[in-house]
Nanobody
């Protein structure tokens, strides 16, 4: 089992920045591949960014590439999502996800993650 707790959401004006954090526990952090997804009202949950268990590889959705950065801190067992140049279209509940991995893979599908956090709300005002 992996427990995930997100934090860092809030209300921000368009063009602003936020940093989300996801603290993981229950498994050795270096054995967990992780990702961020988001779900806007009335829409399905979609991929935002993912990082391999080593942190050596990352992937982004086209809509956030060059604005968002995913990173992980092994000392804090935490994955971050730095979000810059925020747009009202980024308004959503953001979820952290994790799965155990034996190789350094990137997982971009919701079905690829068995463990999910409770979500943190991000609202971007125009």
């Amino acid at each position: 089992q992996v427990q995930l707790v997100e934090s860092g959401g809030g209300l921000v004006q368009a063009g602003g920045s936020l940093r989300l954090a996801c603290a993981a526990s229950g498994r050795t952090f270096s054995s967990i591949a992780m990702g961020w997804f988001r779900q806007a009202p009335g829409k399905e949950r979609v991929f935002v960014a993912a990082i391999s268990k080593s942190g050596g590889s990352a992937r982004y959705a086209d809509s956030v590439r060059s604005r968002f950065t995913i990173s992980r801190d092994a000392a804090r067992n935490t994955v971050y999502l730095q979000m810059n140049s925020l747009d009202p279209e980024d308004t959503a509940v953001y979820y952290c996800a994790a799965r155990s991995a034996t190789i350094d893979v990137i997982i971009t599908s919701t079905s690829g993650y068995p463990y999910w956090g409770q979500g943190t709300q991000v609202v971007v005002s125009s």
